[in-house]
């Protein structure tokens, strides 16, 4: 069984970082893996996906703030980011899917993706 818990939110102020961690366990194989949050009365929007070749997605707005990365070894998402901004405050999801991020119709398209965590709240301040 698949389980994803995240942790790293938290409050800061705009301008300043945060890194989220996702834990994954019952994981084996090629996992697309992405991060998704979701801000009172928005729609969820994905943030970030990567697939099990390093390849990276990111969402136009975070691109060149936030940085995607894992760690096989430790079964583990991490999501960096930087310059954050009061628009960036919401609830973060680690999911994971059972396939290539190629094989995907969209990833950063919530449907597609068959696991999901939690969330971790972050909170921006202006």
């Known amino acids: 069984q698949v389980q994803l818990v995240e942790s790293g939110g938290g409050s800061v102020q705009a301008g300043g970082s945060l890194r989220l961690s996702c834990g994954a366990s019952?994981?084996?194989?090629?996992?697309?893996m992405a991060w998704f949050r979701h801000a009172p009365g928005k729609e969820r929007e994905g943030v970030a996906s990567?697939?099990?070749?390093?390849?990276?997605t990111y969402a136009d707005s975070v691109k060149g703030r936030f940085t995607i990365s894992k760690d096989n070894a430790k079964n583990s998402l991490y999501l960096q980011m930087a310059s954050l901004k009061p628009e960036d405050t919401a609830m973060y999801y680690c999911?994971?899917?059972?396939?290539?991020?190629?094989?995907?119709?969209?990833?950063?398209?919530?449907?597609?993706?068959?696991?999901w965590g939690q969330g971790t709240q972050v909170t921006v301040s202006s």
């Open positions: 990567i697939d099990g070749d390093g390849s990276a």
């Open positions: 019952g994981i084996s194989g090629y996992y697309c």
């Open positions: 999911a994971a899917d059972p396939a290539s991020c190629r094989g995907l119709r969209g990833v950063l398209e919530s449907r597609e993706y068959d696991y």
